[in-house]
């Protein structure tokens, strides 16, 4: 959570809401198997609107399973938060942009929904290990 509350995104209400559910929800044993078909669709939803605003009833709706249930598996299923989750996604968005145009790194930035610049290093940095300016050399 705290990591959550550092970063300030517009999706870190919904990743600390899911975080807070998780903890107060009883752990069940790890579930093995096949993963539920939510899953995939949830993955497919947050993939495809990686640059738009969802909050986490959206995402349970368009799934159609409850948001509890999104809350409380998706660390699970994802091996991350919501809000790391799609961080990740802005960052790999990020990165194609860095390979594939010739646009400045506010650009970028701007162009993946990141506040500002110093926003974008930071998530970049946190996510890769590098800075964006290193990772273009």
């Known amino acids: 959570m705290y990591k959550e ?67 409380k598996y998706f660390a699970r299923y994802f091996g991350c938060s919501m809000g790391e989750y799609r961080r990740r996604l802005k960052i790999e968005r990020a990165l194609q942009l860095m390979r594939s145009s010739d646009k400045s790194l506010s650009e970028i930035a701007y162009t993946c929904a990141f506040f500002d610049q110093s926003h974008f290093i930071r998530a970049f940095r946190e996510a890769t290990g590098i800075s964006p300016k290193q990772f273009s050399k």
């Open 5 to 71: 509350l550092q970063v300030q995104d517009r999706i870190c209400n919904d990743s600390i809401e899911m975080l807070i559910l998780n903890l107060i929800q009883t752990k069940s044993p790890a579930l093995k198997g096949r993963l539920p078909r939510w899953t995939q669709l949830v993955q497919e939803l947050l993939y495809d609107n990686w640059n738009q605003e969802m909050s986490l009833y959206q995402i349970a709706s368009a799934a159609g399973i409850h948001p509890v249930t999104v809350s």
